[in-house]
């Protein structure tokens, strides 16, 4: 057996898988050869501290991606997909064998490492920039005035009176039709309708004014009439209550004799 084939069957013999007779050729060239004896002595101890060796609980990840860019590299991703995918893997929206395949590109490609941290960074430096008050540009607000108006001086477009009118008229119609005074019109109308139907004596506000005048004199001389026949009031409040009784009546019958 030559050098050559005993380091094809190397593998082979180490893992016990040989036919009896090439395993004896083996053995007989390992007893002649020092440089083969030497080499099998060198790949079972690395073979047997390897096994002995205590694995690492959390591997790198750049040792995976290598692992499975050459047992996998049908999984490899360009960096044209790796940036496609970008904004995906910020928002978290990627499928499990994309993030995966996403993670180990980033692990290998040098290039596309720093790309994800830059893009945050940016992100951050937007927001930051949003919540600070910037000052206005100088001279804006007389651009604005010339764009719109035609002029710097808002005093010189003032609008006719008749836009003046129909604009006030507008704004009292709004504000009269509006959902929270809507109900308290309503009311108001259905009392009017309902006190000049009811009340008024000709069917007009001024005559439910004058019957509500009418109804408040009657009441009024009432009571104090019935305060002037009251005996157990004192004299000064019966002869005070007796005249008021007069001058209520003498207004409502046109003289001073109150009516029995």
């Not at 084939?5 to 898988?17: A, C, I, K, S």
């Not at 002595?41 to 692992?67: I, K, S």
């Not at 509006?178 to 000709?202: H, K, Y």
């Not at 009418?214 to 009024?220: I, K, Q, V």
Request: charged share 25%; proline share 5%.
């Amino acid at each position: 057996m030559f050098c050559e084939q005993f380091e094809e069957r190397l593998t082979d013999y180490l893992e016990g898988v040989l036919t009896a007779g090439v395993r004896v050729e083996c053995n007989e060239h390992v007893l002649r050869c020092p440089v083969c004896h030497d080499l099998l002595n060198e790949v079972r101890g690395t073979v047997e501290l390897c096994r002995t060796a205590p694995l690492p609980v959390n591997p790198p990840p750049a040792l995976e991606a290598r692992l499975l860019a050459h047992t996998a590299p049908e999984t490899l991703m360009t960096c044209d997909e790796f940036e496609a995918r970008l904004t995906d893997y910020l928002d978290g929206f990627l499928p499990a064998t994309l993030f995966h395949r996403w993670e180990r590109h980033a692990a290998l490609c040098a290039g596309c490492s720093e790309l994800p941290g830059t893009v945050v960074r940016s992100i951050g430096a937007c927001y930051s920039s949003l919540s600070d008050e910037l000052p206005m540009p100088a001279h804006l607000h007389d651009a604005i005035l010339q764009s719109t108006l035609g002029t710097v001086d808002a005093r010189e477009i003032r609008a006719s009176w008749l836009s003046q009118v129909t604009s006030n008229m507008r704004a009292w119609f709004d504000t009269a039709l509006a959902p929270q005074f809507a109900a308290v019109v309503a009311m108001f109308l259905v009392a009017v309708i309902v006190g000049t139907t009811t009340m008024s004596d000709d069917g007009s506000i001024f005559g439910m004014y004058r019957t509500g005048f009418r109804l408040a004199r009657e009441s009024s001389a009432r009571g104090a009439m019935s305060a002037a026949r009251n005996t157990s009031l004192p004299d000064e409040v019966r002869r005070a209550a007796d005249r008021l009784a007069r001058s209520v009546e003498g207004v409502d019958g046109g003289d001073d004799k109150p009516r029995r």
